[in-house]
């Protein structure tokens, strides 16, 4: 079976960013949620990449989450928002629940799924 080869991630990132750069204006002249950046985040797997790889995520650190942060930042403030207090959960997550089966499951789920965490605080 062929084994597909992920792009190093800031490549990934700068096709996420591409497309928020485009809708960027009307993210902001609309006063909406970015849904075309969250829908090219999921296509390049860009939401799980804290997540340990023995949970099916890339296992990436906060360098190089900070990285990609600033560069989506430099494309579309909201999406750069997002996707840091995404990370900032997901951060989280992965520091206090290493332990639980519970939270393992979750993780894994976030890497598989591409799922968005927010946060009502």
Not at 17 to 44: I, M, N, Y
Not at 58 to 74: F, K, P, T, Y
């Amino acid at each position: 079976m062929l084994k597909l080869v992920e792009q190093p991630l800031q490549k990934r990132m700068a096709n996420v960013c591409a497309v928020a750069s485009a809708h960027a204006g009307k993210v902001d002249a609309e006063a909406r949620f970015p849904f075309e950046t969250l829908a090219a985040l999921k296509q390049e797997r860009l939401l799980g990449v804290l997540v340990p790889q023995d949970l099916g995520g890339a296992g990436s650190g906060l360098d190089e989450v900070a990285d990609i942060c600033r560069m989506l930042g430099q494309a579309c403030a909201s999406s750069g928002m997002i996707y840091a207090m995404h990370m900032i959960k997901l951060h989280n997550l992965v520091v206090g629940g290493a332990a639980s089966p519970w939270h393992r499951g979750l993780m894994e789920r976030v890497a598989r799924e591409q799922l968005l965490i927010g946060s009502a605080t």
